[in-house]
């Protein structure tokens, strides 16, 4: 009996069925990738070795040659896990459930899917030998990182044919399938070992291999092949978007027959992989360059030294999040202009004493001056000042992201919690090159069905975050960084702007950034380990910021554009004798010999205010960033 709305068995979705996602670029040109095209290498089950079939076997699904589709003495074994547990955790699917669940069902979890799943899994037991079922479970598995079907992993991550494959080989790759993500070789290597370890001793237990066997493969370390893709990174993160756009896993996205219009520029891709190839880096490091369009937000470029895609992935930001949540606020409420004297000294904030790089301080000098040298101190008296909360929604409007426990002072200096994404704090740096617009950015154009009808399409749009006095200020202020500051590697080239970022500690450094920007385009440089226990002494100012001079100098397209200067800008005189000497904004006056008239910007807002005695002309706000001691933090 047929129950209506219930899915049969669907041959076609079954049985070597090339289902791909096709990829184009900026130029509507389709990538050639085997790695995101499912089936192209369709490998028969007599070609698959005994050992690789029975590490699959021992993990997912024992008694595989046994059951009919359904493995009752398994179901009740989970049923009862579940109910101890309180929760769905267990589902006992079999391999036969299995191939059917990711060929004609979704992976949302319930009683519904379950019952249906069951039943298409019988069916199919029905149609189909073990062997048959097994060849087409195999060619559909997800390894992660893009890789689908025996032979693409095989081949990807061993550079070897599926019949080539050792048994510890064949039980990296079962062990994988259960969570591509948590078990990713190249992402989670010891979680990787421990479960090829898991899937090992299984087959021992089960009598599949010998102790000799095993003692040799459970002794052996995990050997991947580097992937070599020139548009690896850039694929991982379109298929990463396309997915959360979706509301579907990887897996899913896969069964869609989809076609995928994105921004990559492929000659600044293959130019970005010859960059990170022409640099030395240290022992255990890695590169990670993003490349954005600043009008339209699209990213045109992502290339990487590693296997990982660290775009996506969470690092703590260094000083590079000064701008964003220090200056920028501070500068939005009229705290605080450029030339704003402040005191950069050794300084308590409760009991937080942020000291700065080799304990090296400017003494009293000018908000501007304390960015280009990414003075600590000052950045979190200027934190102190605006207020972290008022600070945090205005990054959270650049598109960063906070954990509720980031409370404290520290998260000026980049202290957060879980630290921000390379794409995401580009997109932040984006917003002052955008005259203080925030773009939401992308690296989907649009997503078309197996019909050619568009599912997706992206619409940029604007929002505001900061003035356009606030963008010209920041942009101003790290021009000059670029040019005499941290990021002086790119001095040489015009209408360019910098900030560099450095996160480690005295035995080295875990993080470097440069993140730099010119009226079109914004290009983030990272350069770190994986792991903190790697260290090296590569620092932001350093490989980063020539990477990104090579970059702007030779590869990136340049229109003669500029950063707007607002008409609400005001250009005044101060007399620069009474800011060195006395640390305030004195507007000069007929009386102030030409030697200490210093031209500087202002707003409307925060120009120099007339004395009382109508002699001289001062800035309301001078003297409060003087003396912090007597502030205590909750």
């Known amino acids: ?60 699904d024992k008694r595989f040659y046994k059951h009919k589709g359904v493995d009752y003495i398994r179901i009740l074994s989970a049923a009862k896990a579940n109910i101890l547990s309180g929760s769905f955790k267990e589902g006992a699917s079999t391999i036969s459930q299995q191939l059917v669940k990711n060929t004609h069902l979704s992976s949302e979890k319930n009683i519904s899917r ?31 990182n893009n890789i689908y079907g025996i032979s693409a992993a095989a081949k990807t991550m ?33 979680n990787a070992l421990k479960r090829r370890n898991l899937v090992l001793s299984r087959m021992l237990k089960n009598g599949k291999i010998t102790q000799s066997e095993y003692n040799s493969a459970v002794e052996s370390p995990i050997e991947i092949e580097k992937i070599s893709n020139a548009n690896y990174q850039y694929i991982n993160s379109v298929i990463k978007q396309a997915s959360d756009l979706l509301h579907c896993d990887e897996k899913d996205l896969f069964r869609k027959k989809l076609t995928i219009g994105t921004n990559l520029d492929t000659k600044l891709q293959s130019s970005i992989n010859g960059i990170i190839d022409s640099y030395d880096l240290p022992n255990g490091a890695i590169a990670e360059i993003l490349v954005m369009n600043n009008l339209s937000g699209n990213i ?56 700065n790089f080799n304990s090296k301080y400017l003494g009293w000098t000018t908000a501007q001056n304390s960015l280009i040298h990414s003075s600590n101190v000052c950045a979190v008296k200027l934190l102190e000042m605006t207020g972290i909360d008022t600070a945090k929604q205005y990054a959270t409007k650049c598109g960063i992201k906070f954990s509720k426990n980031d409370k404290s002072l520290a998260i000026a200096l980049g202290g957060l919690t879980d630290g921000v994404t390379l794409r995401e704090i580009a997109n932040a740096y984006q917003v002052f090159a955008n005259d203080g617009n925030y773009i939401e950015s992308s690296y989907i154009r649009y997503i078309k069905n197996e019909n050619g009808d568009y599912i997706y399409r992206r619409k940029p749009y604007e929002k505001r975050v900061f003035s356009s006095e606030t963008a010209f200020f920041i942009n101003s202020m790290l021009s000059e960084c670029a040019k005499t500051g941290t990021a002086r590697k790119l001095g040489n080239i015009s209408q360019i702007c910098a900030k560099t970022g450095t996160v480690g500690d005295k035995n080295g450094n875990t993080d470097a950034y440069c993140i730099a920007y010119s009226p079109d385009y914004t290009v983030a440089v990272w350069i ?16 980063p910021t020539a990477i990104a001079n090579t970059l702007f100098g030779k590869h990136i397209r340049t229109y003669g554009s500029k950063f707007n200067v607002p008409a609400t800008i005001i250009e005044a005189e101060i007399d620069s004798d009474e800011l060195n000497r006395n640390h305030k904004i004195i507007a ?26 109508g002699n001289y002309y001062e800035y309301e706000n001078d003297g409060i960033l003087t003396d912090f001691d007597n502030f205590e933090i909750v």
């Open 1 to 60: 009996m047929k129950i209506d709305g219930w899915e049969t068995l669907d041959e076609a979705k079954l049985i070597r069925a090339e289902r791909t996602i096709s990829i184009l670029d900026d130029e509507e040109i389709p990538l050639a990738n085997s790695l995101y095209d499912t089936n192209k290498t369709y490998t028969p089950i007599n070609e698959v070795p005994k050992n690789t079939i029975e590490a699959f076997i021992s993990i997912e």
């Open 528 to 543: 770190g380990c994986k792991n903190s226990e790697y260290k090296n002494n590569v620092t932001g100012g350093g490989l």
């Open 300 to 355: 045109i470029s992502l290339g990487g030294s590693g296997e990982i895609n660290l775009s996506d992935v969470k690092r703590q930001p260094g000083s590079t999040i000064k701008p964003v949540l220090s200056y920028a606020p501070a500068l939005e409420k009229n705290l605080i202009v450029p030339i704003t004297p402040i005191l950069d000294s050794k300084t308590k904030f409760g009991n937080y004493a942020p000291s």
């Open 158 to 190: 061993f550079n070897r044919s599926v019949s080539e494959l050792s048994p510890a080989q064949s039980a990296l790759l079962a062990g994988i399938i259960n969570n591509p993500a948590l078990y990713n070789p190249y992402k989670n290597p010891e």
């Open 114 to 144: 379950k019952i249906r799943e069951i039943r298409i899994a019988r069916e199919l037991e029905r149609k189909f030998t073990k062997d048959e079922i097994m060849e087409m479970y195999l060619n559909m598995l997800y390894f992660g």
């Open 588 to 613: 000069a006056n007929d009386k102030t010999p030409p030697k200490f008239r210093k031209k500087t910007y202002f707003t409307k807002a925060t120009v120099p205010k007339s004395r009382d005695s």
